[in-house]
């Protein structure tokens, strides 16, 4: 069974970075395309950024575009979400979701079989 575990959350600072992690156990992640999605209080989840089995192909959310990157390490069954210049509006609850498919596709949830706890990443001053 496949578990999902999000890490490297926490407070920082505006204009501050954090990278997160999301580790699999179980099973590998090599065949699968990975999501990042996020949550804030009072907000529908939304889809922050994916990268596709090999991670030959990314997508970004509009608000992240130039300040987030994803990548993976497929030998360490990792994915990691690098943020940078962070704002107060990128709080949430960060989530990793797996899709069993080589390739990402739009952000809906039904897409993606595998979800994390999540993190928790504040950015205030």
């Known amino acids: 069974q496949l578990q999902l575990v999000e890490s490297g959350g926490g407070l920082v600072q505006p204009g501050g970075s954090l990278r997160l992690s999301c580790t699999a156990s179980g099973s590998t992640l090599g065949y699968s395309a990975i999501a990042w999605f996020r949550q804030a209080p009072g907000k529908e989840r939304e889809g922050v950024s994916c990268i596709s089995s090999t991670g030959i192909s990314t997508d970004y959310a509009d608000s992240v575009k130039g300040r987030f990157n994803i990548s993976r390490d497929n030998a360490k069954n990792t994915v990691y979400l690098l943020m940078n210049s962070l704002k107060p509006e990128d709080t949430a609850v960060y989530f990793c979701?797996?899709?069993?498919?080589?390739?990402?596709?739009?952000?809906?949830?039904?897409?993606?079989?595998?979800w994390g706890q999540g993190t928790q990443v504040t950015v205030s001053s």
């Open positions: 979701a797996r899709r069993s498919r080589y390739y990402c596709s739009d952000y809906s949830s039904h897409m993606y079989s595998d």
